[in-house]
């Protein structure tokens, strides 16, 4: 704890208490996500800590379910986006000629279209579900991952403990997992509190256009949204939720920096 600093440990721990309500959500929430139990945006007070919605719901309880989703949704998306745009990369970095030209022009081709768009409009045409949105994050995300891994794992492949790989006939997995992942640690780990972070501004902002988590479940980009007409009025139930986003974004940010610094040591890091 003594070498953790300040920043990291204020990062650690805000991102530990979103993700502890996030598990315990149905505990730690005082009324159920859909239960409404006041007037139409109540102030502020010993019954509602942060009042009431745009219908009467709890806003606090529609907070930590709405953590629960988003966070869940960015975890799932991040984990996928990585596991696929990592092995690709790494493969196609490995494998080299044809097979890498045709993977990064198919990738090209995927980041030539902005994704925002990109996920309306296949959105617009398919069912807007939980397992959608992940499995559709993952895919465009993936492809940012991809080009890091592929850049990072193209240097790694000329060193000379590769090349004695190749010389030993090891197969592809074995350069891959053995030679290539251990000493591509530091970037990917930093990347991937990058990609995390947009992953939760990618759903928020799906949900704020109506494209993300469908009613009656609750994510902050939703809550957002339901309660945006409120700020005309003076009433805060719309900004909670942006604090939640830019609170969890600089934590996750922060963690990942220190991270970072903790592995550059680890460029020869096959022991």
């Known amino acids: 704890m003594k070498n953790i600093p300040i920043s990291a440990m204020i990062g650690l721990f805000f991102t530990s ?23 139409v945006w109540e102030p502020s007070s010993s019954e509602f800590l942060l009042g009431t919605d745009s219908i009467g719901r709890d806003l606090l309880s529609r907070m930590i379910y709405g953590g629960r989703t988003t966070i869940f949704i960015a975890t799932a998306a991040t984990i996928l986006s990585f596991t696929l745009g990592s092995i690709l990369g790494f493969f196609a970095a490995v494998s080299g000629g044809w097979v890498d030209q045709a993977i990064s022009r198919f990738v090209d081709l995927i980041m ?59 197969k592809i997995g074995w350069i891959i997992f053995r030679e290539t992942l251990p000493n591509a640690l530091s970037p990917l780990i930093a990347e991937m509190g990058l990609r995390f972070i947009f992953a939760v501004l990618f759903v928020s902002t799906l949900s704020f256009l109506g494209l993300g988590v ?57 022991g």
């Open 17 to 39: 208490v979103y993700f502890i309500m996030a598990v315990f959500a149905p505990w730690l929430a005082p009324y159920g996500m859909t239960e409404i139990v006041g007037d």
């Open 112 to 170: 030539s279209i902005p994704s925002l768009i990109f996920a309306l409009v296949v959105l617009s045409v398919m069912p807007t579900t939980v397992p959608i949105l992940i499995i559709l994050m993952g895919l465009l995300d993936s492809t940012r991952v991809y080009r890091l891994a592929r850049a990072v794992a193209v240097d790694i492949t000329v060193m000379d403990y590769v090349e004695a790989a190749r010389l030993r006939g090891e």
């Open 214 to 270: 469908q009613p009656p479940q609750a994510d902050w980009g939703g809550i957002v949204k339901e309660n945006k007409e409120g700020i005309n009025y003076g009433i805060q139930a719309a900004l909670y939720p942006a604090y939640a986003i830019a609170t969890l974004c600089i934590s996750i940010n922060l963690v990942a920096d220190w991270i970072l610094n903790r592995t550059t040591s680890l460029k020869g890091g096959r």
